[in-house]
């Protein structure tokens, strides 16, 4: 069963490729809407609920990409779906995607969306690969917010995730203190390590000085 059937990349609002499935043309309108509403410019990493529907939306460098999936998918494989698309159109297209206009990559590059939707969807390795992922990125929590409410009231809508500014910021201090602690911790190893050797070598000295009657050894050379 396929649980991503739709998905787009765009700069802001300015969609530049898009794909669904059938019968997904209201998810287009639902993903253009949100699109309009996310809010900021950072980078950031969300998820809306409608129905039986998850909209995932990942912005890295000014370029988002959105996928609609099943909420039985969960989180991890939509968005291993969605590094894997923006790794794949900023590779084929660099800086024209920031000057690019509406729908421009889309002949070409809808046809990358529906073969990574159907790979993510369908094959057994994407949710080990998604998991591996997860396992290497940070820990994000998403929490969901039904779009329906949202965009009947007409609200901006509310970012739901990305606490994780402060949690990347301590997570790099931590690496930081870590490679700050071995590199000392090694340090004194070596300091350590010299002053046995010296003092083994004087200890040494000290043995021969005795066995040979005087400091320069006079019956042992």
Known sequence: MTTISYALVARGSIVLAEYGGVGQANAGVVAKQILDRV??????????????????VKRTDGI????????????????????????????????????????????????????????????????????????MSQVRTVMIE?????????????????????????MHRFRRQSRNFRNNMWWKNVKVMVILVILLLVLTYAVFAFVCHGLTLPSCI
């Open 64 to 135: 988002t990409v959105l996928c609609m999936a099943s909420d039985a998918a969960g989180r991890g494989i939509p968005f291993a779906f969605l590094e894997d698309i923006h790794v794949k159109f900023v590779k084929t297209y660099g800086r024209a995607c920031h000057t690019a206009l509406a729908y421009a990559m889309n002949d070409e590059f809808s046809r990358v969306l529906s073969k990574q939707m159907e790979y993510f969807s369908n094959d057994p390795n994407a949710d080990r690969i998604s998991r591996i992922k997860g396992e």
């Open 146 to 170: 039904n779009i329906d409410k949202v965009l009947e009231r007409g609200d901006k809508l509310e970012l739901l995730v990305d606490k994780t500014s402060n949690m990347q910021g301590n």
């Open 39 to 56: 809010p900021g410019n950072d980078d950031n990493r969300v998820s809306y609920s409608q129905d039986r529907y998850i909209f995932h």
